[in-house]
């Protein structure tokens, strides 16, 4: 087996997982504080990229797009929160699960309909060329190629990660998100406005949502394909634990890695191309025979 | 109703654990599947019977399928349409391979096959319980979608990807497909809605009697409450898989009368996640764990985009209105009913169904 080979298949695995794990921070974000199985945030990403793409398009500046389309996402976030969520309170986690469906059904219609189905490409101004790691650095010998673009998106998802640890431990906000991600009935009884943290987190799902959706715009393209991510996010969140952050990371990782070291070494002799989307989820079944809550998520008690 | 439980008494055990106690209930079921076979075969038109009444029927037995693993057993599954891929695929080779395989022991046997297939991806339900299982049935949708296309050997190697399924497949008894009457009945759209119709009927009755037999009762038990079901006594693990078998079981059949009844042609692609999920909403909008909600949410998901269509066509003239407009206003449309609808009736029409009755049975009396 060719090593040199390996370490650059899984290194471009892992950098990919990192794309996934984007996707999967939203849903752990959502799930976390209301436990709310999100289905539309792969529509988020598509109607916030869409969004900005659209604008760029119109001759709107980069950053003026960018504050209006973040600016959509917040009051997305709000609206959805007032409409769907806040009604279905207490209703059975199915309903809630099928409600963002058909919320999924209502963006998907909403944002082809404002703008259009068609495929736009969306330059973020990152270069995608590869970067030759034995000229970078010699002394590590290591002769693997490692895409620009793939490590530009991993520190913007380390930024992202770092920022929201810090909103989530030193803001009074990221405080009152903990408490009700711990005790819905708890937080209420000291008095956090639980339908306003609620808000809050839709709408910093949207925000995530635009940065991950110009992301993996530039990447495939934006069009109705950036749906699929969310197929990508769901492995991920459940090897992780759906109520760990740090869980979503480490998914992400383990999904990109499997993924791409399967597509490489074990597709071809069990028949081809194409197994990237069953082999993710088979892996994620694996580690959850091992750990039915995934990696980092919270073990459930279960009394009669 | 116009006629209550009051002052009818039964003199046996029997006639009172019957499936309908009351008499005008055996009456109206006995002229309703009756008015099925002979009126609507004799009158209605061929567009209603391919278009209309067949899909309906088939996407409710799968709904029903759905409804068993979800609605009457708790587990949550994203893989029905993986798993009447697997069922039409099934009864494709068996009919294509073996000469004395006929329709109905093909149908049969592609429901067992993708009972199997259904136990091996419900196993891990033993280990993962609630959103975490749902990766589970998701690799048996993807593991479908792949499988299909990575061997040709199942698609009979045609370079397209589709098959057309041949009329000398259309057999109910061996070295019967050649005769004039077979032939004619399996062209016909009369032809395929009885069949449809028999096998929907069948299943119906089955699954009525499977729900409140000792099995059902397991499902439901587990549903409410695995671990308290495991201390009283019920075998979970065997309830469970029981779950998944009969729940795939359905699913097979409905995958194999979409392609010989319905579409008349073999495709994997029709079976995409999209269309699981179209029967989880049927599942959801008909009423989890109630089998006249599976063929109302049936109706209800597959009839709405038809009928916006239709009125779309017929307010603005055919044509006139860019697809792509029609196609998203009805997603629109049917995102925004599937929430209020949720909102509004979080047990979907079975439960709509069940509290008109409610009504219609104390009315004038009481509101």
Redesign the interface.
Known sequence: MDYAFFIEVLVGGLLSGIMYSLVAIGFVLIYKSSGVFNFAQGTMLLLAALTFVSLTERMVNFWVAFAITLMIMVVLGIIIERTVMRPLANQSLLSLFMATVGLNYFLEGLAQGVWDSAVHGVNLGISNDPIFLIDKFPEMGLDIIVSYFDMAAAGIAGLMILGLSLFFTFTRTGLSLRAVSDDHLAAMAVGIPLSRIWAIVWAVTGVICLIAGLLWGDRVSVSFTLTSAVLKGLPVILIGGLTSIPGAIVGGLIIGASEKLGEIYVAEWIGGQGIEHWWAYTTALLFLMVRPTGIFGEKEIERV | MFYREAGKLVGSFGKDRRMLPLLEDRWLAVLFVAFMYFVVTALASDYMFTAILIPIMVLGVATLGLNIA?GYTGQ?SLGTAGFMCFGAFSAFNLILRIDWMTIPLAFFLSGMIAGGVGIIFGL?SL??????L???T??AQ??A??VF???PWFLNYTSSGVVSLPMHHYRVFPGQENTPFNAAFWHSSQGRYLVTLTVTILLVLACKNLVRSNTGRNWMAVRD?D??AK?IGIPVAKTKLMAFFISTFYCGVAGAMYCYCYIGNLDFMIFN?RRS?LV??MV?VGG?GSILGSFLGAIFVYAWPIVITRGSDFIFGGGAIDT??I?????????????VL??RE?GGFAALWASSKQKLRVWPFAQ
Do not use: C, D, H, Q
Not at chain 2, 127 to 132: A, D, L, M, N, V
Not at chain 2, 327 to 339: C, L, M, P
């Open positions: 979800v949550l891990p280990r993962i319980k609630g959103f975490y749902i990766v589970s998701l690799a993807f593991f979608e792949w296309n990575a061997y409450m671990i308290a201390v996640l999920f989880m909403f959801i989890l792509a407009f196609e998203n206003n009805s997603k629109i449309v049917v995102g925004t009913i599937i929430i949720l909102i979080p």
